[in-house]
T-cell receptor, first 110, second 113 residues
């Protein structure tokens, strides 16, 4: 089993739709969680850090469920510009590693 | 201002050659990383350095040798390149360890022929 798992998709949604991605992790020692966005042929860029209380930034909401060991990302009112690959990652100071999932590809259609 | 920069951006070379990729960060971070992203888009940690000291060596073939002359630079030298080394290599940095946000360079696209 991979340490961080995501459904690779692709998720094809119309503009304006709400879409949710889940990510599961197996290392209970992971302390910090992140959602990164990666555009085609570009580097990953931080979208959101994920806090245990959940956090929201505009149309984006991230949640962490430690008991079930999953992280979610909700995107409301999808825009064409949201089309990208979304990587979730779990970091641990014990291992010194940030482990990424395979990424979930989102394609927002007009 | 470029936070994490890498050179070269593209690298096309023959099997068996030796090549280097350079990385510099101007964020004042203590920790730097090399990642490899293959054709299936998996982003995998290769190495991590903290203040010029090797912290992680993730079972990478010893043809890959990182070097950190100072905490702002982390270079990657690859000997005897193989076809399977073709990938995108990303450098990243964070203030301290992996529990903190990492900032990525633009990537180096390596193609071994």
């Amino acid at each position: 089993r991979k340490e961080v798992e995501q459904d690779p998709g692709p998720f094809n949604v119309p503009e304006g739709a709400t879409v949710a991605f889940n990510c599961t992790y197996s290392n209970s020692a992971s302390q910090s969680f992140f959602w990164y966005r990666q555009d085609c042929r570009k580097e990953p860029k931080l979208l959101m850090s994920v806090y245990s209380s959940g956090n929201e930034d505009g149309r984006f909401t991230a949640q962490l469920n430690r008991a079930s060991q999953y992280i979610s990302l909700l995107i409301r009112d999808s825009k064409l510009s949201d089309s990208a690959t979304y990587l979730c990652g779990g970091g641990s100071s014990n291992t010194g590693k940030l482990i990424f999932g395979q990424g979930t590809t989102l394609q927002v259609k007009p | 201002d470029t936070a994490v920069s890498q050179t070269p951006k593209y690298l096309v070379t023959q099997m068996g050659n030796d090549k280097s990729i350079k990385c510099e960060q101007n964020l004042g971070h203590d920790t730097m990383y090399w990642y490899k992203q293959d054709s299936k888009k998996f982003l995998k940690i290769m190495f991590s350095y903290n203040n010029k000291e090797l912290i992680i060596n993730e079972t990478v073939p010893n043809r890959f040798s990182p070097k950190s002359p100072d905490k702002a630079h982390l270079n990657l030298h690859i000997n005897s390149l193989e076809l399977g080394d073709s990938a995108v290599y990303f450098c990243a940095s964070s203030q301290e360890g992996a529990q903190e946000t990492q900032y990525f360079g633009p990537g180096t696209r390596l193609l071994v022929l």
